[in-house]
């Protein structure tokens, strides 16, 4: 299959489906939260559409990345963590609550901020030409077409039948991760011959984003008092970003190859200092248990 067809395609299809996969996990009371324990979300969302991206931009000027690589590592931090950042919190003893409730607040937020925060980072780094691929109202209807639409119908299939949304979640998954394999495999055929290369050269850069975005939410969480599995979860949501809707705006929309690799890079590294925080927190939690019987 071209590469064309797997990002205008093949790309939406897998997206869509993955954000109604959120949309059957969540519930009406997933928002409710956001009004009744607003300081842990406050934070949260915070550090993932604001504290990222400058952290990104910094490390955009310290590794002097090019142009096209910058934009895409930008559109990675624009792009919050799914359902990768609340299983991961489940199994890192986080705050698993406070992890399903910014997925719920960010999967209706993201489509807007997104293409605007998108748009001035192409300005930023000078990227006229990928401007003019890249209309603002468009992009954000698209976007919206396929993120907000699937998880507000998820979400009402959930409310209305519980039971058989529960029975079809694996499914749901298993055919966005389908999808997002072709795209994954599409990409890196485009970039066989470099991929060594790219690796080598922007590997450090998206390993020291990821750290610096966790420690930042650690802290973050620190500071506004929050517990320690708030603290974790902050960390990971910070940290952890959805590069399914990064890929739909670096490959689906803008069809840059060189924006889609270093998004690819940072979904695959970012599971890195992900599992070690999975692994210390269940370590962790074994040493008190066996210190406590």
Partial sequence: M??????????????????????????????????????????????????????????????????????????????????????????????????????????????????????????????????????????????????????????????RFPQGCQRFQPLVKACAVLGFVLIVAGIVRANWDRLPTLLSLYAPAVLTLVIIAMVAGILLGRWGGLSIGGQKTLAIEVGIQNAGTALMISSGLLGSVEMSAIVLIYGVLMQIPAALIMIGANLSYRTRSCQTG
């Fill in 2 to 159: 071209e590469a064309s067809s797997l990002s205008q395609v093949i790309l939406p299809a897998a997206l869509f489906l993955m954000m109604l996969g959120i949309g059957i996990t969540l519930r009406v009371d997933d928002f409710r939260r956001v009004f009744s324990a607003p300081r842990g979300l406050l934070l949260g969302v915070a550090g993932q559409l604001l504290l990222l991206p400058f952290l990104g931009s910094l490390v955009c000027t310290l590794f002097s990345l090019p142009p096209l690589v910058a934009a895409g590592l930008m559109i990675v931090t624009f792009a919050p963590g799914g359902v990768t950042s609340n299983m991961i919190t489940l199994v890192a003893k986080g705050d698993t609550a406070l992890s399903v409730s910014l997925t719920a607040l960010t999967s209706l937020v993201t489509p807007f901020t997104l293409p605007v925060l998108t748009t001035w980072a192409l300005v930023w780094f000078g990227l006229s030409e990928q401007l003019n691929e890249f209309p603002l109202l468009p992009s954000i209807i698209k976007l919206a077409t396929v993120t907000v639409i699937p998880v507000l119908f998820g979400l009402a299939l959930r409310e």
